[in-house]
């Protein structure tokens, strides 16, 4: 499981993507992905594409 949420109100950059990808802990999460936590109300390993 993360240990903690990037999150951005937009889009990450391509060297922020390629940096979190060697973070086994951090989860990036983008402007669609929270509104479809937050505003569709899916659940928390849904809307962030998390694995039990």
Known sequence: ????LLVTNGKF?????????????LILVT????ER?????LPRHEALCLSD
């Open 37 to 41: 936590w937050a505003i569709d109300g």
């Open 13 to 25: 950059t391509v060297e922020c993507i390629k940096w979190a990808q060697g973070e086994k802990r």
């Open 1 to 4: 499981m993360p240990r903690a």
């Open 31 to 34: 402007r669609v992905r929270l």
